[in-house]
T-cell receptor, first 110, second 118 residues
Framework: GQNIDQPTEMTATEGAIVQINCTYQTSGFNGLFWYQQHAGEAPTFLSYNVLDGLEEKGRFSSFLSRSKGYSYLLLKELQMKDSASYLC???????????FGGGTRVLVKP | GAVVSQHPSRVICKSGTSVKIECRSL??????MFWYRQFPKQSLMLMATSNEGSKATYEQGVEKDKFLINHASLTLSTLTVTSAHPEDSSFYIC??????????????FGPGTRLTVL
């Protein structure tokens, strides 16, 4: 199979940093996406890693290690509006499909 | 950026009726559209992949005769939930992509359709 695992929930304080880990089976994926989803809304694109290393975009950074089947999303200077679910998704090489992890609900507290 | 719309945003129907959901790519031609279903507090589950002008490819466990998908043009795909039952109540989300997209196969998501079957 091509399971993608991420923690169910995380809580952090406004202004702090939170790291959301995502692990997956190494075969069959051609890149790793991170999406943000607020309740009742569609996912919005945050990042895409296809090569090993860290990609930084403002307060959000994403890391990928293909050999370890591991990725993380780093959220810095947390704001209340960052309270949402964060979805890790692998791009399946065959069929160009996305396989989503269960999502991590992040709650930012004052 | 690439914009995808869905219609309707919410629909309530009686058990046994059929519901059609439209997914449109507004400013690009989508070679491929995907249909997902999301139950409360769960992640997105891919139902089917739809390529323009060909039959949809359904994921394991998804009934193709119950969830009819039509992708008649490069900007429109429709999902019809036939003989809907309460267990079909869910959030249905489409996404669209095209080969050679800027973000290497990025999918652009529609805003979703909340289906409630009474």
């Amino acid at each position: 199979g091509q399971n993608i695992d991420q923690p169910t929930e995380m809580t952090a304080t406004e202004g702090a940093i939170v790291q959301i880990n995502c692990t997956y089976q190494t075969s069959g994926f051609n890149g790793l996406f991170w999406y943000q989803q607020h309740a009742g809304e569609a996912p919005t694109f945050l990042s895409y890693n296809v090569l090993d290393g860290l990609e930084e975009k403002g307060r959000f950074s994403s890391f990928l290690s293909r050999s370890k089947g591991y990725s993380y999303l780093l959220l810095k200077e947390l704001q209340m509006k960052d309270s949402a679910s964060y979805l890790c998704a692998g791009l399946v090489a065959a069929g160009n499909k996305l396989t989503f992890g269960g999502g991590t609900r992040v709650l930012v507290k004052p | 950026g690439a914009v995808v719309s869905q219609h309707p945003s919410r629909v309530i129907c009686k058990s046994g009726t059929s519901v059609k959901i439209e997914c449109r790519s507004l400013d690009f031609q989508a070679t491929t559209m995907f249909w997902y279903r999301q139950f409360p507090k769960q992640s997105l589950m891919l139902m089917a992949t739809s390529n323009e002008g060909s039959k949809a490819t359904y994921e394991q466990g998804v009934e193709k005769d119950k969830f009819l998908i039509n992708h008649a043009s490069l900007t429109l795909s429709t999902l019809t939930v036939t003989s809907a039952h309460p267990e079909d109540s869910s959030f249905y989300i489409c996404s669209a992509s095209w080969w050679g997209g800027a973000a290497s196969n990025e999918q652009f998501f529609g805003p979703g359709t909340r289906l409630t079957v009474l």
